[in-house]
């Protein structure tokens, strides 16, 4: 089955700075990678995905990179702010099914310094 | 907006009670979830279902049931709590094919069995 690897676990990053939150997955049927935040106490959201027809996607401040031969995909946060702080986890859908179900990596609690 | 919600947001069962976890989504949604969540275990999947009446095992079901008598309702059940099934609880739910593919997270129940 699929399985989702995550690192590093804990990134400490100076305001201002770009912090890369890296997912290795083991299903190569897999074709849709979102990543979720979960600030402290609150319940995960989905700030970013990428479906695997596509290398590179861009929202403001956050960005994916997809390699699908190499089977890792990236997070990567420019100009980080003290708001991103948070625990970040990457996810790879089982199969080829789009949204169906997902298997998770373990997480990275990232910390942005004042 | 999507709406996940989960009825309680703590709880404190004894060992061998019977335990109840609620969600309901009213987003008319196909897919529900209850995941379990862990320090430094990341996100693992209890049961999903993809309909009503409809059920799957995830990664570790041993010690839960679930319930899916209607859509937008997916209740988890702990036959008899132990102290090992302490933890947050998430559920989620999805619509594959309907805009972004993610999943909306409810809020989360923390467990505690004493």
């Known amino acids: 089955g699929e399985n989702v690897e995550q690192h590093p676990s804990t990134l400490s990053v100076q305001e201002g700075d770009s912090a890369v939150i890296k997912c290795t997955y083991s299903d190569s049927a897999s074709n849709y990678f979102p990543w979720y935040k979960q600030e402290l106490g609150k319940r995960p959201q989905l700030i970013i995905d990428?479906?695997?027809?596509?290398g590179e996607k861009k929202d403001q401040r956050i960005a994916v990179t997809l390699n699908k031969t190499a089977k890792h995909f990236s997070l990567h946060i420019t100009e980080t702010q003290p708001e991103d702080s948070a625990v970040y986890f990457c996810a790879a859908s089982i199969g080829d099914n789009y949204g169906q179900n997902f298997v998770f990596g373990p997480g990275t609690r990232l910390s942005v310094l004042p | 907006d999507v709406k996940v919600t989960q009825s309680s947001r703590y709880l404190v069962k004894r060992t061998g009670e019977k335990v109840f976890l609620e969600c309901v989504q009213d987003?008319?949604?196909?897919?529900m979830f209850w995941y379990r969540q862990d320090p430094g275990l990341g996100l693992r999947l209890i049961y999903f279902?993809?309909?009503?009446?409809?059920?799957e095992k995830g990664d570790i079901p041993e010690g839960y049931s679930v319930s899916r008598e209607k859509k937008e309702r997916f209740s988890l059940i702990l036959e008899s709590a132990s102290t090992n099934q302490t933890s947050m609880y998430l559920c989620a739910s999805s619509s594959p094919g309907r805009g972004r593919d993610g999943y909306t997270f409810g809020s989360g129940t923390r467990l505690t069995v004493v």
């Open positions: 987003m008319d949604h196909e897919n």
């Open positions: 279902s993809y309909d009503v009446k409809m059920k």
């Open positions: 990428i479906r695997s027809n596509v």
